[in-house]
């Protein structure tokens, strides 16, 4: 079978949209007279085997979500048990695949009937399932009988049971690596699992942190998938806020399954536990999968990391239909913190076709003598302001704002109206000149409400330590003054839950400017018609 995986994959992604589960049934045969009845496949290595490369080969078609359905794989030092009750699934399925092919190659076959009558009487189906024929590619040399995937060695050997297991991540962004160690852990637990799932301080230094699905939306995916392959094991989901959780005091534990990059951990866990007067736990390690997509900039591993640096520059949800915006040009607000590299960005989208209206100079302008907002400003924060040639020192002006939010909404409450007044003169230059978009480099435009100004909200995000060395460096700050303007701004994440796309400029000046090619191909693809 192991040879025959990867054609088979690559010919259901051709029809799946979604969910592929897989039941394995060694041995099933569909062209007897009587109609075949699901049996428990003992959990050997061989079949743990080419679990692992089901996943492992499935990654190359990132839009499946693969399920290998475990109800029916019984680890043998259970009793045997019926497997006679029809299971729900999440998603029921719709269409029930094969590459079983009569001698004249047709579509219609006695087999596909008994292969529908055999899945509905083992999961619960979509009324009028059908059954379509797959047709892999199998290469010449990659039949049956090929070398095996295993070492011989592992051969029939099963794997060991405990009663209860333990096993801690973030599962971020479910991956097939994720459902390899999940898989393990349900084939290895007799009755519970019990998952830490890191939150909160644990995720501080994770890489683009701010893209990490909120933990109500992990425990939620991570339950359905748990559920859907083995619903007859019990699911404890804990936050975990420390490296340890509940694995170094829970007296039931019997086994923490790791990966390569985890052993570490595991191995801390036994030092507590014993420290703790518990029994070690044993460790049952799994090897990481090796992502063939990766690019330069992403982990050899499959990794969510990875996954989200993926979504850099991609739609992250649909922007919402304003009426009262004139649909052409399609106006995109760019914001981002101070230092987040959002100008780089900006002046790159200029470069390839949008009209830039640059906000934070409009800012300057309109308190420059004989601008709209200079009287006021000199009037509400003092003449001690002004330069000798009577313009205003914008770096008095900060010192006196940042910091003080007092100051700067007095400051803000001024030229805010003045700058929009401006912008809007600025769009309408935009259609004179035949522009289809518009990009606002605005640096607190979710601060200042403008999110209505806008078609959709894109925002540079760069961890608070790089951008605080970055205004360092530029502005000549001292560490306090820099923090002090951060703090007077949101954070990322607060950006990120109001954006619908999000670009990071922390990796090389190629790496932002592919992002934002792709940010705006896409965007292309699906600005209205003029
Ligand atoms: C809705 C908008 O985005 S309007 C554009 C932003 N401008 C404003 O809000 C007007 C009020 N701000 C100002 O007048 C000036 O920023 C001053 C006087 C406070 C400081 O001037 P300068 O020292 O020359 O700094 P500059 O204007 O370049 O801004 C420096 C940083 O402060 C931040 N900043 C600017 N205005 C604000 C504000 N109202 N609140 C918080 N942070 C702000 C920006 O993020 C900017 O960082 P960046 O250059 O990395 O993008």
Sequence with gaps: LSPRLVPILASASRIVEDTLYIHLQPGLSLTGSSQPKSTYVP?????????NKLYADADAHGHLDVRVLLTNIRNQSLAPQSLSSVQNLSHPPEVVLTDFQTSDGGQYNPVKQQLERYATSCYSCWPNLISVLLYPDYEPGTGEGEQPLQKPDWDGMSLHSYGDIVVGGTFDRLHNAH???????????????????????????????????????????????????????????????????????????????????????????????????????????????????????????????????????????????????????????LTGGTGSGKSSIARHLEHLGAYLVDVDRLGHEAYAPGGPAYEQVVEAFGADLLNEDGTINRKVLGAKVFGNQEQLKSLTDIVW???????????????????????????????????DMVHEVWTAIIPETEALSRIMARDGLSEEAARSRLQSQLTNSQRVEQSHVVLCTLWEPEVTHRQVEKAWALLQQRIPPD
């Design 179 to 333: 459902k390899i160690l999940l898989s393990t852990c349900c084939m290895l637990a007799e009755n519970r699992l019990l998952l830490g799932i890191s939150d909160k301080n644990l995720l501080e230094n994770k890489l683009l942190k701010e893209l990490i699905q909120p933990y109500e939306k992990r425990v939620e995916k991570l339950c359905e998938f748990l559920v859907d392959i083995k619903p007859s094991l019990r699911y404890d989901t804990v936050p975990l806020l420390d490296p340890y959780g509940p694995s170094i005091t829970d007296p039931d534990l019997k086994c923490i399954v790791v990966s390569e990059e985890t052993r570490k951990g595991g191995v801390a866990v036994n030092k507590k536990r014993l420290e703790n007067g518990l029994p070690e736990l044993a460790l049952h390690e799994i090897p990481l999968v090796k992502d063939l997509r990766h690019s330069e900039n992403e982990e050899e591993k499959i990794s969510s990391s990875s996954l989200r640096h993926r979504l850099l520059g991609t739609l992250l949800q649909p922007p919402q239909k304003d009426l009262d915006l004139p649909s052409c040009p399609y106006v995109i607000g």
């Design 43 to 51: 959990a050997t290595r061989e079949v743990y085997n080419v679990i």
């Design 417 to 451: 109206p003045v700058i929009a007044q401006m912008v809007k003169k600025q769009i309408n230059e935009a259609v004179v000149q035949g522009k289809a978009v518009c990009v606002l480099d605005a640096a607190v435009l979710l601060e200042a409400g403008w999110s």
